[in-house]
């Protein structure tokens, strides 16, 4: 399993960005694929997740609103919009993926529940 993330880059406060991440490698039906963020000094931190197959969508408490996850799945893509950007959300950006279970919520948000992830990409808020 491959899974290749982009879009990062720098941008100003209110600012937006989609980051993409490409999975190849076998078959992802029923796989969970979503988003983790690590800043320096700091835990990663669950971001959004979605689901192959089916239509719920979840989000960390501080990017609700604001983020939103979605996915193609002719080009086996998930991606990840990000809008009204705050310096805070300003960390290195991870895809993960799993075949899951994923329950109770505090295995979602953990990302020691995840198997597969991709290489991160920068994203940088300034003020």
């Known amino acids: 399993v491959q899974l290749q993330a982009s879009g990062g880059g720098l941008v100003q406060t209110g600012g937006s960005l989609r980051l993409s991440c490409a999975a190849s490698?076998?078959?992802?039906?029923?796989?969970?694929m979503g988003w983790f963020r690590q800043a320096p000094g700091k835990e990663r931190e669950f971001v959004a997740l979605?689901?192959?197959?089916?239509?719920?969508?979840w989000y960390g408490d501080s990017v609700k609103g604001r983020f939103t996850i979605s996915r193609d799945n002719a080009k086996n893509t998930v991606y990840l919009q990000m809008n009204s950007l705050r310096p805070e959300d300003t960390a290195v950006y991870y895809c993960?993926?799993?075949?899951?279970?994923?329950?109770?919520?505090?295995?979602?948000?953990?990302?020691?529940?995840?198997?597969?992830w991709g290489q991160g990409t920068q994203v940088t808020v300034s003020s």
């Open positions: 979605t689901r192959w197959g089916g239509s719920s969508t």
């Open positions: 490698g076998r078959t992802f039906s029923g796989y969970y």
């Open positions: 993960t993926a799993t075949p899951g279970p994923l329950w109770p919520q505090a295995t979602m948000t953990s990302s020691r529940s995840y198997d597969y």
